[in-house]
């Protein structure tokens, strides 16, 4: 049974390194195992459990991070009563707060470390594994989720690092899938293009635009690749759709795509009401829905050739070919029936990627890394200077935090952070 198999048969199959029970889905007619101890992994037959676990654990750091990301960078609206929420909205979540994501650091550890466990038990073969070709992915989504979310970086125990550290190990751990990938041909197809895919998103961030495009070029415009999410168990449910649409902590209300989506009807940020949910959590902010995910299993695109497309029309952009840039937003508009951008000037169609970027990659822990690499400014950004206005009470814009800081966990038990 490959990896791919066991998620498709059992999300709820999310062994890890050192968890000891995997619990198996009857329609799959296997037997439980009982528990796996962690020596039992140190077989090529149980690379696939460990695989799997990588790809467990990375969808549970987006699923504990994405919804807190969403109010931070302006997908939604923080109507909560919990102070929490409050802080996020407000652009000023504290270490306590950050105690909600340690499992976001776990993922990085549990890809990379895992790596080292395959690399003893496969030898020779390590090289040409499609399973080897996956992990490393998965090894490049975490540190791009980490890169794109935190504001500094810290690796096993070590010191702080500038969160580019992130986008540095993610780079290279695509570049392994890669490689790998290539090598084991055909049954790593899909694992190749997702790399790819994440690579040419790292290389834009780390401001190689011409290595962003050559790695965008490989990946179709209909290609997608996903973390699968499950109403299995609460650890693979869609956060994002149990904050907005079961607990109401979240709401699309106040936000620039409630405005984009009420003027445009485009299908990719849907929002909406539902009669059962009309007021937040807050008890005062009427209450909107976001349709994107709309149940609990509802998964979240890690990379998609609609966003190897628009680095494509960046580069255009910014170098002087503005209207080849804008006609490549406008296909990807067309596609989805929502009406066309039209500009007079480089700096308009600038603009345009930009807002067309946020609205491809809305709800999915994106856009932080855009807010670092267009210079972290909140009061330049016009998803939030949009929310800011639009949002009772005070929302502070300046100096607005566009990322999430060290957790209490981390300070109290890594003595390198201490006075962070």
Known sequence: MTSHTIRRCARALRATLFVSTAFLASACDVTNPG????????NAAALPILVNGMAGDFQVGLRDIGWNNAVLTGDLAGTSAYLSRQRHWAGNPEAEDADEYNSVYRARWVAESGLERMREVLGAAFDTSPLVAEAYMWAGFSNRLLGETMCQ????????????????????????????????????????LAAYGGRASVRLIRGDLAGAVSDAAVVPTSFEFASKFSTTSAREQNQIFGENRVRVNLSAKFTWFDAYSLQTGDTRTPVGTDPRLTVSADGVSPHKIQQKFNDLGSD??????????????????VNGNWQSGLATINALRAAVNAPARVAASKDEAFEWLKA??????WLEARRGGDLLRWGGDP?????LVAMVAAAPGNL????????????????AT???LQGQ
């Open 35 to 42: 528990q796996i101890l962690d020596e039992d992994l140190n």
């Open 300 to 317: 979240i695109v890690l990379t998609r050739g609609a966003e190897m497309r628009l680095i494509e029309a960046e580069n255009e952009i």
């Open 396 to 411: 502070p814009l300046a100096g607005r935090a566009i990322c999430m800081p060290f957790s209490q966990t981390l300070l």
């Open 356 to 361: 067309e970027r946020a609205i491809v990659l």
């Open 153 to 192: 970086a810290v690796i096993d125990g070590g010191p702080a690092l500038p969160r580019t550290a992130y986008f540095a190990r993610a780079d290279t751990a695509f570049t392994n899938a890669i490689r790998v990938a290539e090598a084991a041909g055909a049954a790593a197809a899909t694992t190749r």
């Open 414 to 416: 890594n003595p390198n």
């Open 379 to 383: 009061t330049k950004d016009a998803v």
